[in-house]
Structure formats: structure tokens, C-alpha cells
Antibody, heavy 118, light 112 residues
């Protein structure tokens, strides 16, 4: 049974770096892309970026200057770092697995609410 | 980059049929890169349609998807509406030249 389990700090101060990790259980790591998506309270979904098992990443242009997604294949984990957070980064952050062909997201993490407050 | 435009909300009665549109503002909408997600209140999104018209296992055939190239849009149709279908629905597509994902703004479906 495939599960994505995510964790990380839920309360940050402005200018700090958000750091979340997503672990993959019950499935291989290769052959998929691994995504981060966020949702501000009461708002829609926003794609943050993706990475594949070989470490090739792509990011939302609106966040690119502050985002790093990395992968640790030995642990079957991938991580998100978002630097210099502000109140606008308050959101539920989700990790997700995406099948390449046919392209579709099939498993999501449980979501992590990140709040930014001084 | 392009945007995906959805109606903010739609409502319909149980048993009826509703269609939610998703219009791509630039570039051609490509069927193999269109997904629809359902998000019930307080829940994680789930895929109800991929490749514009394919249903994942477990999604009832009341859900169907289509592409209209003349309007550069995708549509999600839900027939035989049930109260459990009440949720937010998001379309999603890809800039195939960059692999960057774009979500529509979401449509709140009310079944009343």
C-alpha cells in the first residue's frame, strides 16, 4: 500500500526557511515525479515544483528564486525548502506522486499547515 | 505562461447533470496533460479525471471529461449528482515545453 508521509515545522517566523520532507512507503522511488503543491487558507491549489528520482527539478516561476526541492533516493524521501517566508506563505503544503504515463497524480501526502507569524 | 479559467461556482440539484469548464488562455490545450481534481472540505485532493477523459479506478462513471479544441477548453461533467459530489473541483494542465504545472482557480460545486 503506497503512502506518502510528510513532516516539518508548522510555525515559522518571517524571513525563516520552510523545510518539509515527504517519505514514500510501499512503492519504488524511480519512475515517478514527486511534487509539492500548496493551498492558502480558503484559496486554490498552487503548484510549487517537482523533482524526479535522478534529481532533475523544475519550479513555479513565481517561487523559483526561493524554492529548492531535493531528493534522497536511499531513504525514498524528497524535501522542500522555501526561503525567506512571509505571511503570504501560510498554507497547507502537500506532497504528491505523479505517474509519468499516463500523466496523473495518484497519491498525496496528508498535508502540513505552515503558519508564519512573528 | 498560460492560465486556466474556471467558473467560481456552480450549483445544481441532486440527480441532475452539471458541467464545469476550464479554458486555457494561451497555447493549445493538450488532452494528455489535463487532470481534474476533487477536493471535499477538509480533505486532500483526489484525481477524478486524467488525460482529459480517463477515470482512475474507483471513480464512478458519473464523472466524465472532454476537450473542445475550438474553445481551447476542457470540461468535467458529473451526471446523476449526489450530495457527496459537493466539493471544489480544480483543472490542471502542463506547459509541455517546460513541464511546469498550472492549476485553474477552482470551482465550488453545490448540490442542493
Amino acid at each position: 500500500q503506497v503512502q506518502l508521509q510528510q513532516w516539518g515545522a508548522g510555525l515559522l517566523k518571517p524571513s525563516e526557511t520552510l523545510s518539509l520532507t515527504c517519505a514514500v512507503y510501499g512503492a519504488s522511488f524511480s519512475g515517478y515525479s514527486w511534487h509539492w503543491i500548496r493551498q492558502a487558507p480558503g484559496k486554490g491549489l498552487e503548484w510549487i515544483g517537482q523533482i524526479n528520482h535522478s534529481g532533475s527539478a523544475s519550479y513555479n516561476p513565481s517561487l523559483k528564486s526561493r524554492v529548492t526541492i531535493s531528493v534522497d533516493t536511499s531513504k525514498k524521501q524528497f524535501s522542500l525548502k522555501l526561503s525567506t517566508v512571509t505571511a503570504a506563505d501560510r498554507a497547507v503544503y502537500y506532497c504528491a506522486r505523479v505517474v509519468a504515463a499516463p500523466l496523473h497524480a495518484d497519491y498525496w501526502g496528508q498535508g502540513t499547515l505552515v503558519t508564519v507569524s512573528s | 505562461n498560460f492560465m486556466l479559467t474556471q467558473p467560481h461556482s456552480v450549483s445544481e440539484s441532486p440527480g441532475k447533470t452539471v458541467t464545469i469548464s476550464c479554458t486555457r488562455t494561451s497555447g493549445n490545450i493538450a488532452s494528455n496533460f489535463v487532470q481534474w481534481f476533487q477536493q471535499r472540505p477538509g480533505s486532500v485532493p483526489t484525481t477524478v479525471i486524467y488525460e482529459a477523459k480517463q477515470r482512475p479506478s474507483g471513480v464512478p462513471d458519473r464523472f466524465s471529461g472532454s476537450i473542445d479544441r475550438s474553445s481551447n477548453s476542457a470540461s468535467l461533467t458529473i451526471s446523476g449528482l449526489k450530495t457527496e459530489d459537493e466539493a471544489d473541483y480544480y483543472c490542471q494542465s502542463i506547459d509541455s515545453s517546460t513541464d511546469l504545472w498550472v492549476f485553474g482557480g477552482g470551482t465550488k460545486l453545490t448540490v442542493l
